[in-house]
């Protein structure tokens, strides 16, 4: 008997085989709505024009592959640290913002969850429903995880009401996942009067807000993407946000993110960040630093006000995408009313899967589908694909 022979086989995770499954359809039909990747017109993921001037001018410029610091590049650092939270709030509550940089989201998400189980609580809420992975990450940090009331299936809407009831009985000091922006899967965000009712109850419960900003710049603009992480921090809340530039910079295979922990006092912040950097070096040492350059580069030149006009263009192309599939669903408009890469369809998993075998259509088994996945020559296909199935159950 070998050494290994006890272990077991897990099952594949489910949105990367998905793609695997989508590569390996053979009909010219095939459309992948499944992956949370923007692709052009042409169904490319492509490099941005802003990142490849980027690219060249590290090419031309850079001296040296040696090591970043343990908590991450201070320029990158203070380029996004502007960006999440706008460059006076950053300026002004230096002192009190605890900043590292991760392994694209996802660690920035593992690096909160260690820290937290470590140092506060055991038990967090994510949304109902929320990204897979969401419960993956902390269930792997030790966490318990639990779901909170978040969206009605049956009408099409946030649950706000069952939302703000269940806060008010968890515990205090629980830990809240809370999406900054173009909520994954849903597409639908709390308004900003409801985040202001949100911010009182966590107040009140002493509740630990953590949120995921994964799609800043893809929902309305980066103002107002960020204006929920905003509300909080300027009402003194202590926080954490774990922010991605795969989505908005189009960096995908570069993993660059970051973590930042709003503490209430300067004298706190040694104390918080001397564990972080325990954590980050018993796991992986240092963070890579060619796609935090990149970042750096764009937002500190001239290259930011193209950046801007790049996501315009890719939040334009999203809701276009969205707005052309309503018009051929027509009893399907509740989709328009989201903002971001996601929706849910309303299928439920045998429907999806009879898309996918039917008509070579693939999105996740809750029926989350990517508008990234349409274009001018198929969104017409897939609606009609989608009422096909609707109409067959």
């Not at 017109?41 to 060249?56: D, G, M, R, T, W």
């Not at 939270?85 to 590292?100: I, T």
């Not at 995908?252 to 993110?257: I, L």
């Not at 508008?371 to 897939?382: H, S, W």
Request: net charge positive; with cysteine; glycine share 6%.
């Amino acid at each position: 008997m070998g050494v290994f022979d006890q272990v077991t086989l897990l099952l594949p995770d489910s949105i990367f085989q998905l793609n695997t499954s989508y590569q390996a359809d053979i009909r010219k039909n095939k459309v992948d709505l499944g992956v949370g990747v923007y692709k052009n017109e042409n169904l490319l993921a492509e490099i941005l024009p802003s990142v490849e001037k980027a690219q060249k001018y590290l090419l031309k410029n850079e001296k040296t592959k040696t090591y970043l610091p343990i908590e991450g590049d201070p320029l990158f650092l203070k380029a996004v640290g502007q960006l999440v939270f706008g460059a006076n709030f950053f300026s002004a509550h230096q002192e009190r913002l605890v900043a590292v940089q991760a392994i694209g989201g996802t660690g920035a998400l593992k690096l909160a969850g260690i820290f937290l189980k470590q140092e506060l609580s055991s038990k967090v809420y994510v949304s109902n429903p929320t990204w897979p992975n969401h419960q993956g990450i902390f269930r792997n940090c030790g966490l318990q995880v639990y779901s909170y009331p978040y969206y009605d299936k049956s009408n099409r809407c946030i649950e706000f009401e069952k939302l703000m009831q269940f806060l008010s009985l968890i515990e205090e000091k629980s830990i809240l996942v809370l999406h900054a922006c173009c909520h994954n899967p849903t597409g639908m965000d709390l308004t900003p009067a409801q985040s202001k009712i949100l911010l009182k109850v966590c107040q009140d419960k002493k509740i630990i807000p953590l949120f995921d900003c994964a799609y800043l710049g893809l929902g309305e603009s980066i103002q107002k993407d960020r204006a929920m992480i905003r509300l909080f921090a300027e009402e003194g809340m202590e926080m954490l946000v774990a922010f991605s530039c795969s989505k908005n910079f189009g960096l995908y295979a570069e993993r660059v993110g970051a973590l930042w922990i709003l503490v209430e006092s300067c004298s706190v912040k040694e104390n918080v960040i001397s564990q972080l950097k325990k954590i980050i070096r018993t796991n992986y040492s240092n963070p890579p630093k060619y796609g935090a350059q990149i970042v750096t580069h764009i937002l500190s030149s001239n290259l930011k006000k193209e950046w801007e006009l790049e996501l315009f263009s890719m939040r334009k192309r999203m809701n276009q995408m969205r707005h052309s599939l309503c018009a051929y669903l027509k009893k399907h408009l509740f989709l328009k009313q989201g903002l971001g890469m996601f929706g849910l369809s309303g299928l439920n998993h045998s429907q999806v899967k009879q898309l996918q075998e039917e008509y070579a259509i693939y999105m996740t088994a809750n029926g989350r589908m990517n508008f990234c996945g349409l274009n001018a020559g198929n969104v017409k296909y897939v609606a009609q694909s989608l009422l096909d199935v609707i109409c067959e159950e």
